[in-house]
């Protein structure tokens, strides 16, 4: 990435009420997760999911500065 440059990237929020509930009853979502195949992105499989800190934590051991994480 050139200096200056942004990215953006997706995963899935370990903190998402979702994921919260189904651990309250017990119900646990396996990763890696098959999404099946989209026909503009192929094969789709989230290999883990990540809090908004563990985010910015392996972004800042990575070199990246002026980190912001926003989850939704």
């Known amino acids: 990435m050139k200096n200056g440059g942004e990215i953006f990237l997706g995963t899935p929020n ?5 994921h919260v ?3 309250l009853f017990g ?3 396996e990763y890696p997760l098959d999404l099946g195949t989209d026909e ?3 094969n789709t499989i989230h290999i ?4 908004a800190d563990e985010l910015e934590h ?3 051991a990575a070199g990246f ?3 912001e994480v926003h989850p939704f």
Do not use: C, P, V, W
């Not at 370990?14 to 979702?18: G, I």
């Not at 883990?48 to 809090?51: A, G, L, N, Q, S």
């Open 14 to 18: 370990k903190d998402r009420f979702f």
């Open 21 to 23: 509930l189904m651990k």
């Open 27 to 29: 119900a646990n979502i």
């Open 40 to 42: 503009n992105l192929g």
């Open 48 to 51: 883990r999911k990540y809090t």
């Open 58 to 60: 392996l972004a800042e």
């Open 65 to 67: 500065k002026s980190i």
